[in-house]
């Protein structure tokens, strides 16, 4: 495990043209399946001891960890992004193990969440299911992420639809990701 996730971060720090550097020790999680604010809060708590001025950057699962419907996921990946370091932090969970790496450079457009943004990750399924059902009942499984509109900054949740062959399931719910509020759902 400490390989693949050695190989990892070496892959992202060749993706992006600089050294990505271990910021925690990796970590065994006592529950593997941490929920959007659980996984929120440990990341955050990762960040602010990293850089006092850090803000999420991205939040969100990957396919190996599917949203569930308690809102958990066996493999969130959490960006936080410091000003003042030039630098982003990212802190992944896959299986129960806990990794963070620190990046110099821009984390992209950084989304306008606020102190409180919406982190109910089992309302967030509850939206999801209910607007892709069709494809849930095909083996579809949801994936989340934030993300920024051009110029606002406009924070939002991003949720897709994919299987288990990577197959895209033609269909992205929009969120405010502040207030939890459809904006859009896309076909």
């Known amino acids: 495990m400490r390989i693949f996730l050695l190989l990892l971060a070496a892959t992202f720090a060749w993706c992006h043209g600089a050294a990505a550097e271990e910021a925690c020790k990796p ?38 960890g599917p949203f569930q419907p308690d809102g958990s996921s066996i493999a969130w990946n959490l960006m936080f992004y410091s000003e003042s370091a030039k630098a982003s932090l990212s802190v992944s969970t896959f299986r129960g193990m806990l990794t963070c790496w620190a990046q110099p450079g821009s984390a992209g457009r ?15 399924y509850a939206i999801g299911k209910d607007k892709g059902a069709a494809l849930l009942a095909q083996g579809y499984f949801m994936m989340i992420d934030t993300a920024a509109a051009p110029g606002t900054r406009h924070a939002t949740w991003y949720i897709n639809y994919t299987n288990k062959d990577n197959k895209n399931g033609d ?11 459809v904006e859009k759902v896309l076909k």
């Open 27 to 64: 970590t065994q999680l006592k529950n593997p399946a941490l929920t959007l604010s659980e996984a929120y809060s440990i990341g955050a708590g990762y960040a602010k001891a990293w850089k006092p001025d850090a803000v999420p950057a991205r939040l969100g699962n990957t396919s190996l």
């Open 110 to 124: 950084i989304p306008d969440l606020k102190p409180d943004f919406f982190r109910d990750g089992a309302k967030l």
């Open 171 to 181: 269909l992205t719910v929009i969120i405010d990701a502040n207030t939890g509020a």
